[in-house]
């Protein structure tokens, strides 16, 4: 059976791709009885991107068990071709993804599927000391905040407090309260890459709220969510060298 995924207003799913073509430029996706996803680590082993659509997302949907490995730079090219308002039908054949665009005009592209040499790895299980629910928006403007003082930055919770900094020669912090941000957390503190915190809060645009999950020198795992779709990024700790 081939696969059929009818997608209504697919301007979330575009920005999706787009998001994660920064990450890796090939990718594996799975689609079966519950939907869509995709997983893949970038080339430097630092930063992993988990995405799902479940099935109930699609205005139609049939899928065997396919993998279809696919160039996110031609995928991301066609869907930038959808409004938001068009409609989007992905079907696979023996070796191309057929993606039509409806709007006034149906239009047609086919892109070939390739090999994609990634192993198949699954999300880690990790547990958190620390887990912040906050408006996306606040975490964008912390990240664009550090960036101007330096190209990493801490994250620090406590039972009532979620504090991001930076410092170099000059530095940055905000702090937020549990009034302003939901904060279930020991204590807490662990420094990140700004350069992939930035690439992830582009995803900050697709949902309402987002879930910082940390734990001290651990990885951190930042989950973007709305009601068709989620996106979560993990992102190993910057450990620093006392050399």
């Given at each position: 059976?081939?696969?059929?995924?009818?997608?209504?207003?697919?301007k979330?799913?575009?920005?999706?791709?787009?998001?994660?073509?920064?990450?890796?430029s090939?990718?594996?996706?799975?689609?079966?009885?519950?939907?869509?996803?995709i997983?893949?680590?970038?080339?430097?082993?630092?930063?992993?991107?988990?995405?799902?659509?479940?099935?109930?997302?699609?205005?139609?949907?049939?899928?065997?068990?396919?993998?279809?490995g696919?160039?996110?730079?031609?995928?991301?090219a066609?869907?930038?071709?959808?409004?938001?308002?068009?409609t989007?039908?992905?079907?696979?054949?023996?070796?191309m993804?057929?993606i039509?665009?409806?709007?006034?005009?149906?239009?047609?592209?086919?892109?070939?599927?390739?090999?994609?040499?990634?192993?198949?790895?699954?999300?880690?299980?990790?547990?958190?000391?620390?887990?912040?629910?906050?408006?996306?928006?606040?975490?964008?403007?912390s990240?664009?905040?550090?960036?101007?003082?330096a190209?990493?930055?801490?994250?620090?919770?406590?039972?009532?407090?979620?504090?991001?900094e930076?410092?170099?020669?000059?530095?940055?912090?905000?702090?937020?309260?549990?009034?302003?941000?939901?904060?279930?957390?020991?204590?807490?503190?662990?420094?990140?890459?700004?350069?992939?915190?930035?690439?992830?809060?582009?995803?900050?645009?697709?949902?309402?709220?987002?879930?910082?999950?940390?734990?001290?020198?651990?990885?951190?795992?930042?989950?973007?969510?709305?009601?068709?779709?989620?996106?979560?990024?993990?992102?190993?700790?910057?450990?620093?060298?006392?050399?």
């Amino acid at each position: 059976m081939n696969m059929r995924a009818k997608l209504d207003n697919p301007k979330a799913f575009s920005e999706v791709i787009a998001i994660i073509s920064e990450i890796v430029s090939e990718v594996k996706i799975r689609i079966n009885d519950s939907g869509m996803s995709i997983v893949a680590i970038d080339p430097a082993n630092v930063a992993m991107v988990n995405f799902r659509i479940p099935k109930e997302s699609f205005s139609e949907f049939k899928a065997g068990n396919e993998v279809l490995g696919v160039n996110l730079d031609n995928l991301k090219a066609v869907l930038r071709r959808a409004k938001s308002a068009s409609t989007l039908v992905l079907e696979n054949t023996e070796n191309m993804l057929n993606i039509e665009v409806i709007d006034k005009v149906k239009r047609n592209f086919s892109l070939a599927l390739i090999e994609v040499d990634a192993e198949d790895k699954a999300p880690p299980k990790l547990e958190f000391l620390s887990q912040i629910q906050m408006a996306p928006s606040d975490l964008v403007d912390s990240i664009e905040d550090c960036l101007i003082v330096a190209d990493s930055c801490t994250f620090i919770a406590s039972r009532d407090k979620f504090v991001i900094e930076a410092s170099g020669l000059n530095s940055a912090r905000s702090e937020f309260s549990s009034d302003e941000v939901k904060i279930i957390s020991g204590v807490s503190k662990s420094k990140y890459s700004l350069e992939y915190l930035q690439k992830f809060v582009k995803a900050s645009k697709i949902s309402n709220k987002v879930f910082v999950n940390f734990s001290s020198d651990m990885p951190c795992k930042i989950e973007f969510k709305n009601d068709n779709l989620e996106l979560a990024f993990i992102l190993a700790p910057r450990v620093e060298n006392n050399d």
